[in-house]
């Protein structure tokens, strides 16, 4: 077992710790990016790798990734992604705002190839954090413990480990081999054999339950899906440019500091915007293929509105699925050999953070403005939650959207941070003058 200090450490290698990475290569001083370790527990960085489907856009501008609104001139961005592999000009040509998914995968592991301070490594999970204090109680740092049994104590935490997948209760006690969730579609579907004729439900009624019910048509050529959806049936997002400002990043304050009767009316509205809808062109698609089984008279394709799924089972060598229909009440069985879980994400605080929760002894877990959890006591440590804040940011705040701001904001306290503590280090070691804020002009960086 080995341990290890480090000044921040970063959980996860997703877009969000990326882009704190990018803002501490740019804005930090030389020593805290040097001392700075983010870990993934993954063998190399991938965006949402269970549904890089071939030709699934991302439903974010180009220009909302990882560095642009805080620093147009990066060397971190997708434009200059984009002309170091030698598509620039063909991206452009294309004329979207909304690259491929596996673009902006790529994208996001060139930017993890591209850091030259702060350190990556892959292949370390973390199992648990633990508050560290001193003998008279002030928090001063943590204790991350990784599954291969190693320590790693840091004075700032920052994770960005994305919710849990949510499976709900009703198919719990069905056999792995039988469900299939979003985030592992593309590994799954992977290893099953091509030719058997398989009758698959698609359970969801949103976007990634769209992409894989059309996908599976032609990952498993003979199978017919069924698609299974609790709402009127499927709809579009609702994506007018008057809803969209709720996605700049100025909007935060104006949420933060509302009541919270207008923080649950502003979720409840922009509910659409992000959740339970479909891009148009998915729902463009799935309807034509809809419309020409109907035309052909195949009947291979079948799409179930108003019903609940009020109990799964497997019954020899087949999975009984029991739907209630909400119209009239009347149940039905729905017979399939495979299950596919567009059920999206468990909406409680994910179970790592969970976990540091109760050593601290939180009855809930709350962020400030900064991002930062709200600890009792003194403290000289600081930990930040990155993509779990809907509730206090806004809806934004687990999409690409914010990540570039965010990440300037959370470096920005801990240089603060770092500045009101680090009296008598060595001038090497003593931080710069803090960034401008966001939209101030920012000369190209010389990193």
């Not at 699934?56 to 592999?85: E, G, I, M, W």
């Not at 996001?108 to 199992?127: G, H, P």
């Not at 709402?231 to 400002?245: A, D, H, R, W």
Request: proline share 6%; aromatic share 6%.
């Amino acid at each position: 077992m080995k341990h290890r200090d480090v000044e921040l450490l970063a959980i996860g290698a997703g877009p969000a710790n990326l882009a704190l990475a990018v803002a501490l290569e740019e804005l930090a001083p030389a020593g805290l990016a040097a001392d700075s370790l983010v870990i993934e527990q993954a063998d190399t960085v991938a965006w949402q790798p269970g549904m890089l489907l071939p030709e699934a856009q991302s439903q974010v501008s180009f220009l909302k990734d990882l560095v642009t609104l805080r620093n147009p001139c990066s060397r971190f961005s997708f434009v200059n992604y984009l002309h170091s592999v030698g598509r620039l000009s063909q991206f452009i040509n294309m004329g979207s705002l909304w690259p491929y998914r596996i673009e902006i995968s790529d994208y996001f592991k060139w930017v993890a190839d591209s850091l030259t301070r702060v350190r990556l490594e892959y292949a370390r999970r973390c199992t648990s954090v633990e508050p560290l204090r001193d003998a008279e109680g002030t928090l001063t740092g943590w204790l991350t413990r990784l599954a291969d049994g190693s320590t790693i104590r840091s004075r700032h935490l920052v994770m960005g480990i994305g919710r849990d997948a949510y499976v709900p209760e009703e198919f719990a006690g069905l056999p792995a081999r039988r469900v299939i969730h979003s985030t592992r579609y593309i590994q799954r579907i992977a290893e099953l054999p091509k030719a058997v004729p398989y009758r698959v439900a698609v359970i969801g009624g949103a976007q990634s339950a769209a992409e894989m019910f059309d996908a599976v048509q032609s990952d498993l050529p003979g199978c017919q899906p069924t698609m299974v959806m609790r709402s009127i049936g499927l709809k579009t997002y609702e994506n007018s440019k008057f809803t969209n400002e709720l996605y700049f990043p100025d909007a935060v304050d104006g949420f933060f500091d509302a009541r919270p009767e207008a923080r649950e009316q502003i979720l409840k509205e922009m509910h659409i915007t992000n959740y339970s809808g479909l891009n148009p062109a998915t729902l463009e698609k799935l309807y034509s293929a809809l419309y020409l089984d109907r035309l052909a008279g195949k009947g291979r394709l079948r799409v179930l509105t108003m019903h609940d799924v009020t109990s799964a089972r497997e019954d020899s060598d087949e999975v009984v699925l029991e739907l209630t229909d909400r119209r009239t009440g009347e149940v039905e069985e729905l017979r399939c050999d495979l299950v596919l879980l567009g059920t999206g994400f468990v909406r409680s605080m994910p179970s790592l953070v969970r976990g540091l929760a109760d050593a601290l002894g939180l009855e809930r877990v709350t962020v400030n403005r900064t991002y930062k959890l709200d600890v009792p006591g003194p403290a000289t440590a600081g930990c930040y939650l990155q993509g779990v804040n809907e509730e206090t940011h806004g809806i934004a705040d687990s999409l690409l959207s914010m990540q570039a701001v965010r990440a300037w904001e959370i470096t920005n306290d801990i240089l603060a941070d770092r500045a009101a503590g680090l009296a008598g280090e060595p001038a090497e070691n003593v931080p710069m003058p803090l960034p401008p804020l966001p939209g101030t002009p920012v000369a190209v960086s010389a990193i």
